[in-house]
């Protein structure tokens, strides 16, 4: 299993950001998908989960109401839509493979979210 995210940046607070991760994995659609980061100094946190099929989704209170996750099945692709984004979101961002709690078996190399004014 290969997982590749992109997406992240330097944005200023309020701002918004995409991030991708694509799989590199057989049968895409029976995994569940999670997003986790991890701050300077910090352990990593869940942020985001979706599940297998039917797409449910769970989210850390967090990041709820500010964050949408959801995949596409046909591009073998998890997103993460991120709205009024805050400095406390500054980290570098997982996608996993395997669970939609966070337990994921494979992780991406991550890529890093600034949110600085």
């Known amino acids: 299993v290969h997982l590749e995210e992109s997406g992240g940046g330097l944005v200023q607070p309020g701002s918004s950001l995409t991030l991708s991760c694509v799989a590199r994995?057989?049968?895409?659609?029976?995994?569940?998908l999670s997003w986790s980061r991890q701050a300077p100094g910090k352990e990593r946190e869940f942020v985001a989960g979706?599940?297998?099929?039917?797409?449910?989704?769970k989210y850390a209170n967090s990041v709820k109401g500010r964050f949408t996750v959801s995949r596409d099945n046909a591009k073998n692709t998890v997103y993460l839509q991120m709205n009024n984004l805050q400095p406390e979101d500054t980290a570098v961002y997982y996608c996993?493979?395997?669970?939609?709690?966070?337990?994921?078996?494979?992780w991406g190399q991550g890529t890093q979210v600034t949110v600085s004014s």
């Open positions: 996993g493979i395997g669970s939609m709690s966070g337990l994921a078996s494979d």
């Open positions: 994995v057989d049968r895409f659609s029976r995994y569940g």
């Open positions: 979706i599940s297998a099929a039917i797409g449910d989704v």
